[in-house]
């Protein structure tokens, strides 16, 4: 007996799948009757991880404040400058603890997101803690079609780049569900796409159906109570009633002309396994992860630009040497500038992110409004491979209430895990206390 | 209107009394003794100061119907004053601020003035008390989001959190439960439809293989299976680490004993991470044979189901991955690993209808059979289930509407339990489920609520939740208003009864400010608040419960000689050692007792860095006085946000508030806020008594009140509060708690109701049941 049959998708079934995805809520046509009474859409959050550290010369402000001049790394976010904040001095002082003094790597990635110090092991014991976008999956992901995304744009081969002594779990995710599970990271657009949208048509018209039987039922129910209750009261029973209406032309409109998912995105036939170009392949996991919040799939993603310690060149820009290997540089001027140079191409993709957001509508708003994304790096200086002052940054509105546009130094050794605290709260999520947090980071709001 | 503005709006009548107290000084003149003598003072008001008074600086303009800013005053003095409240609100309002008369006019003296003001504030409130007005009834209430979950909890007996789905209720008025702020939107109304039809889901079984008896099973977490080509990870199972198994070698086994001979429905639930486009295949052998395969696929849980014969005995499962084919030349793809979430085994031979779930069978009273039709099946199940969510008895109409959707989605091919998830989905929708629903008031006026409508406010009040059997069953035989007494005596005994304690201290004392809270992390001293602050709420809680229950005079709750403390709370008071498996005990407490004295209230009133006398003396007028002072004038410097200030300048804090105070404008508010928070500097930022101030200066905890009255710390406080001002602080009680019955607003006809329930508190010492029985006696709770 065999009861594994895979079921080919057609592209069109794909669009059209996603198109009922989409029908979701939190979109233009759902606009409430009036503004103040409404419930905001979710809180969206998304870590952006940078490998290798960065070239803080080049990185950090020089003044604290609000943002006027960038650094040469962080120049394509000029467009961007009130809305993101530089945050300086956080430390991840978990990773300092245990370990063979040569590792510089995996300590720091290995507990990134969990603030709690890796096991070190190259065995599959592997421990280190639950990551901050998994407590957010795990709270938030029973309501989105999946917990969370977690992507990445360099594949795990294993060979090799992984750090003294330690698995390379701790270099290729971030992402840990269980302090003995990391996850492994999804790096085929195609796979990702099909994870959101596969799925979706089946049922479809069984559900329309349903939901006819549903929005006629309690019509006919207000329309009687609107004869039983006084002049005020009726008043509100219509607005019950408008609002019925409204999901019903929305189930209507949706009928008539199903919305698609960005088109460009299936254009030309399906999505590539894995793009060779770095460039085409990282757009193409922020377009995904951009759909994905918007059609309301996940809450919560995120993305590594690379394996720490990556090896990676990048001849598009110049830059034939591996970052690993520029990364130490020493007082190697040349070195500096490419180091430099990575740096900025990476953070272009975060621009490129900050874009999509921005661009995408949601009612009268953006997603970016309700989004908070980090960027982040588990070390600092590649060169000695720091935990205590990690180049960080933080875009979006969260709840609404982040204030950015800052260069904010902390005070030294101000724990990451407090950042991380304060993401959690502006996504709802209220703990005591995350890793080696000491009270949710301030100067944010 | 938004939630500022509303909670701005608290307490209408007292609203005038602010105004005044803040003129003739706070805590000067005790108001029952000014009540000895209403009547005649309140008859020279309105015989004499008042007529002089409008006719010489008002009625020229505001007279007539083209009266200016349509304010008509000639007709006041004439009309009864309580439906004429807010003009009188704006007449002392532009009086009291020399707004009117308008600068080129002749301004009335000082002491005009003085005199019109004072003697209009025992007129004013004489002559509410003598109002004919009605008071209005409470608009349709939609369920807020506490309320929803407990109405579902009750009536189907799942537990559902809205909170992921339903934005935070509006407040008004300093609660979440008012019918003019619970409206509704089409946001709101789609996640109503989503939140429907995931309870429904979660309460009916449709598919009977689910309803099987489960004879074996492991849950997650249980297992990781290495993929295949999958180097990165071991095995591990039940915690327990496998021997590292090399392709080919030895894959993960679990032995299950199988009851008996049968047909089993075997079910696995299991997700794979680094699975690619294709799910991979999960091969389940039993004894050695394949059995059947599982699609594993990235990221999503999807439950594979098959049945099977097995005989009695062990069956020994291994699972065991499946490579995908590999084109020649080609590198094997690396997979996994799979996590498997559970797998069950199931029964169906021994379905029965009592193996189904509790909430299933609680809905599924009735299936369809040779001598019973669907439509009577379907009416057997939502003539009761309808009425109970409805709260009332369900009309022919409306069981006839869910009747008709089990019907059609039978006729369309669907299962009869199919048929009544959808139409369970509907009902939870109507909006006679999501509004509680009162009928149209009387045409002659209003009309006694009915037995239900009894029911539903009593219900909701006093547990926050939709009415039990028993009080469904009086309201059915028209007895509870007869047996009213009981059942509120049985409703405070009810473990429900907590939820009433914890939603109305939490509001009525604005906790809410607490979750915000963060003692400054720098300072050692704060170090364990946050180990006790869920438990210095409960304390607050439990002790509003305790004297609630136990029948204790009111002013208990300002100067208890006890609280409920845990072992922790104990600990970080300093009380004598509770142990620590004991819960919350009652204790006898010394110099810490009452409100003020929670850690909750002192918390709540303070700054991460420091106490604020300004911040406890306003929280203290607004929620124990009924007197919220005004806010400050936008040009006012804050002092209280510049630390740095104080430092600097060396002042204590106590000084720079002087200072402050020595500007007359300041100096009208200030005067009344300051006094009553310093008397609280006993107590730092978490509530522990303290003997050195936050600028390092010795605690001084004395203050003088406006009147001249000396206070000596919080127990000097705590004398005044339940002495001269105890009308003050159980009419302020009782108004909060009616605005909570009622779920409205405060309306000037309520006066009445209060100064009755005061009244009779009085006559009875204050004991706690008496405000409750007060209120559901009066008639704004009584009649629609």
Redesign the interface.
């Known amino acids: ?4 049959h ?1 079921r080919p998708i057609s592209r069109r079934a794909l669009l059209r799948s996603a198109g009922v995805s989409l029908a979701l ?1 939190w979109l233009e046509a ?5 503004a ?5 859409p ?1 809180v969206r959050t998304l870590f952006v991880y940078g490998p290798n550290g960065m070239y803080m010369p080049n990185w950090t402000p020089a003044a604290e404040g609000r943002l006027e001049k960038l650094p040469e790394i962080l120049r394509s976010l000029k467009p961007h400058i009130a809305d993101f904040s530089v945050l300086t001095h956080l430390a991840n002082m978990e990773a300092y603890r245990g370990g063979p003094k040569r590792a510089g790597h995996a300590p720091g990635s290995g507990c990134f997101l969990t603030c709690s110090t890796p096991r070190v092991t190259l ?4 421990r280190s803690g639950i990551s901050v976008d998994q407590v957010l999956a795990r709270e ?1 992901g ?2 989105t ?3 969370s ?1 977690e992507l990445s744009v360099e594949t ?1 081969t ?1 060979t090799g780049t992984c750090d003294v002594g330690y ?3 701790y270099t290729t995710t971030i992402s840990w569900r ?1 302090p ?2 990391p ?4 790096i ?1 657009p ?2 990702v796409f ?2 959101l949208f596969a ?1 979706a048509g089946a049922a479809r018209e069984d559900e329309v ?3 006819r ?2 929005l006629d ?2 019509r ?3 329309r ?2 609107t004869q ?3 002049a ?2 009726r008043l ?2 219509e ?2 009633l ?3 209406r ?2 019903e032309r929305r189930v209507q409109a949706y009928e008539r002309n199903p919305p698609v998912p960005d088109r460009s995105l299936t254009a030309n036939g399906p999505l590539p ?1 894995v793009p060779a170009d770095f460039a085409e392949h990282t757009r193409l996991m922020i377009d995904l992860l951009v759909v994905a919040l918007a059609t309301d799939s996940i809450r919560v993603g995120s993305l590594m630009l690379g394996n720490d310690a990556s090896q990676r060149s990048y001849p598009e820009i110049n830059v034939r040497n591996g970052h690993h290997e520029v990364s130490h540089y020493g007082a190697d001027k040349t070195r500096q500038d490419k180091y430099t140079a990575i740096g900025a191409y990476h953070i272009s993709f975060f621009a490129y992110l900050l874009d999509r957001l921005k661009n995408t509508r949601e009612g009268e708003h953006s997603l970016f409004d309700r989004s908070q994304v980090m960027f982040g790096c588990s070390i600092g200086r590649g060169n000695d491979h720091n935990y205590d002052d990690l180049p960080v940054l933080l875009a979006g509105r969260g709840n609404g209430s982040l204030r950015l546009g800052f260069h904010r130094v902390y005070p030294a050794e101000t724990p990451i895990a407090n950042l991380y605290l304060a993401m959690l709260e502006q996504a ?1 999520v ?1 703990m ?2 995350f890793g080696d947090s ?3 980071l301030r100067q944010l709001t | 209107m938004t939630s500022s503005t509303a909670s701005r709006r608290t307490g209408v009548i007292l609203v005038i009394l602010v105004i005044l107290v803040a003129t003739s000084g706070f805590l000067q003149t005790g108001s029952s003794e000014l009540l000895a003598r209403a009547p005649e003072r309140s008859e020279q008001f309105v015989q004499e100061t008042a007529p002089a008074f409008l006719k010489k600086h008002c009625l020229s303009c505001h007279s007539g119907k083209s009266a200016k800013g349509m304010t008509r005053l000639d007709d006041l003095l004439a009309s009864d004053w309580a439906d004429r409240h807010g003009t009188w609100t704006k007449v002392i309002e532009q009086v009291e601020s020399r707004s009117m008369p308008p600068a080129d006019k002749t301004q009335p003296a000082a002491e005009e003035v003085d005199r019109f003001l004072t003697e209009l504030q025992p007129a004013l409130k004489q002559r509410l008390l003598a109002s004919t007005r009605v008071p209005p009834p409470t608009p349709l209430r939609r369920l807020n989001r506490v309320q929803y979950r407990n109405v579902i909890r009750d009536l189907l007996g799942v537990d559902y959190d809205p909170t992921t789905h339903l934005p935070a209720d509006e407040i008004g008025y300093g609660f979440d439960n008012i019918g003019e702020h619970l409206t509704i939107s089409p946001i709101l109304m789609e996640q109503y439809l989503r939140m429907a039809k995931e309870i429904a889901a979660a309460v009916i079984i449709t598919d009977p293989d689910d309803a099987a008896p489960v004879v074996a099973k492991l849950e997650w977490p249980l297992a990781r299976v290495r993929g295949p080509n999958d180097d990165t990870f071991g095995l591990e199972f039940t915690g327990k680490k496998l021997p590292w198994a090399p392709p080919g070698g030895k894959f993960l086994a679990h032995t299950f004993e199988i009851p008996d001979d049968d047909e089993y429905v075997i079910k696995v639930q299991a997700l794979g991470e680094n699975i690619g486009s294709k799910p991979l295949q999960l091969a389940v052998d039993i004894g050695g044979t394949e059995a059947f395969r599982v699609p594993v696929a990235s990221s999503s849980l999807t439950w594979t189901k098959v049945r099977l014969r097995l005989p009695k005995g062990k069956a020994e499962f291994t699972f065991r991955p499946i490579p995908e084919p590999v084109p020649k030349g080609e590198k094997a793809p690396k997979r996994g690993p799979i996590l498997l979430e559970r797998v069950l085994i199931a029964r169906p031979s021994q379905t029965s209808d009592s193996t189904y779930p509790e909430p299933h069978r609680r809905v599924v009273v009735a299936r369809p059979s040779k001598t019973r039709s669907v439509r009577e099946a379907a009416e057997a199940i939502f003539e009761p289930l309808a009425t109970r969510a409805y709260r009332r008895p369900a009309t022919r109409e409306q069981v006839a509407r869910l009747v008709a959707i089990v019907e059609k989605a039978h006729s369309g091919g669907q299962s009869f339990d199919q048929g009544v998830q959808l139409a369970l989905q509907a009902m939870l929708c109507s909006p006679n489920f999501l509004f509680i629903v009162e009928a149209e008031r009387g045409k002659g006026g209003p009309r006694p609520v009915d037995e239900f409508e009894l029911a539903n406010r009593l219900s909701f009040f006093l547990w926050n939740t939709m009415p039990d059997k028993e009080l469904f069953d009086a309201a059915r035989a028209g007895r509870l208003r007869k047996e009213l007494d009981r059942h509120v005596d049985r409703m405070i005994g009810d473990a429900r009864f907590e939820e009433f304690c914890r939603s109305f201290t939490h509001q009525w004392l604005k906790f809410a400010r607490l979750k915000e809270f963060r003692p400054d992390p720098k300072n050692k001293r704060y170090a364990d608040f946050e180990q006790v602050r869920d438990s210095a709420v409960r304390e607050t809680e439990l002790f509003f419960a305790t004297v609630l229950r136990k029948d204790l005079p009111l002013t208990t709750l300002i100067d208890a000689d006890f609280s409920l403390v845990n072992e922790s709370l104990a600990r970080f008071y300093g009380l004598p050692k509770v142990p620590d498996d004991a819960g919350f005990q009652r204790v006898e407490v010394k110099g810490r007792g009452g409100l003020l004295t929670h850690a909750s209230v002192l918390a709540a009133t303070s700054y991460p860095t420091r106490t604020s006398p300004v911040v406890r003396g306003a929280w203290i007028l607004e929620n124990l006085l009924n007197a919220p002072p005004p806010p400050p004038p936008p040009d006012v410097p804050n002092l209280d946000s510049s630390n740095e200030a104080a430092s600097k300048s060396k002042l204590s804090l106590r000084q720079q508030l002087e200072k402050h105070r020595s500007n007359a404008r300041c100096a009208v508010c200030h005067n009344r806020i300051d006094p009553l928070g310093f008397a609280l500097e006993g107590f730092d930022i978490i509530g522990k008594v303290r003997k050195v101030d936050d600028s390092g200066h010795p605690v001084d905890a004395t203050a003088v009140l406006p009147s001249g009255e000396k206070v000596q710390g919080v127990e000097g406080l705590k004398k005044i509060l339940v002495g001269p001002r105890k009308e003050q602080f159980l009419s302020c009680l009782t108004e909060k708690m009616m605005i909570y019955a009622l779920g409205r607003g405060p309306d000037p006809a309520d006066v009445r109701a209060i100064q009755a329930i005061v009244d009779a508190l009085a006559r009875n010492k204050d004991r706690s049941r008496g405000l409750i029985r007060g209120i559901i006696a009066s008639p704004a709770f009584n009649n629609r």
């Open positions: 007996m065999n009861i594994l895979h809520p759902m606009q409430p009757l009036r103040d009474q409404s419930g905001p979710p065995g599959s014991d592997v938030l029973t309501r079609r999946l917990p995304l795990p294993g698995h390379c779990a269980t003995t599970t996850l492994s990271r999804d085929s195609c796979s099909e994870r799925d159906r349903q939901r039987s549903i039922f309690v006919a129910e207000a009687e109570l039983r209750v006084g005020a009261d509100k029973v607005q019950y408008e609002s019925v409204e999901i396994i709802g209220r005591p206390r000491t009270g949710p």
